[in-house]
């Protein structure tokens, strides 16, 4: 079966820590840029992170800049999303995305018909 499997969501104070794990099952996620989107309650879903098939490509929104960061272990076949400095404006249900694209032009251009999802991992920031 052909699926990204997200894990590592959570409670975390302000200030904290967390790194979510997407995980293709099925298929090679070194073919595939994957994107990084949350939605929160109410709100429309925001792209907020990239990985290129290579790690030079990247793509962070100004809203998370300098704090979350994505990387690729293609030999787990998984992409990571560390957050830290979390802050009380970041809760959300955090998705991935794979799109077969070279880099992350697609998330500059607001494409959101990507070729799998993840199911979300909900992160949750309070003290």
């Known amino acids: 079966q052909v699926q990204l499997v997200e894990s590592g969501g959570g409670l975390v104070q302000p200030g904290g820590s967390l790194r979510l794990s997407c995980a293709a099952a099925g298929f090679t996620l070194r073919n595939y840029a994957i994107g990084w989107f949350r939605q929160a309650p109410g709100k429309e879903r925001e792209g907020v992170g990239c990985i290129g098939e290579s790690d030079r490509y990247t793509y962070y929104a100004d809203s998370v800049k300098g704090r979350f960061t994505s990387s690729r272990d293609n030999a787990k076949n998984t992409v990571y999303l560390q957050m830290n400095n979390l802050k009380p404006e970041d809760p959300a249900v955090y998705y991935c995305?794979?799109?077969?694209?070279?880099?992350?032009?697609?998330?500059?251009?607001?494409?959101?018909?990507?070729?799998?999802w993840g199911q979300g991992a909900q992160v949750t920031v309070s003290s």
């Open positions: 995305a794979a799109h077969r694209s070279g880099g992350c032009v697609f998330m500059q251009l607001g494409v959101t018909e990507l070729d799998y």
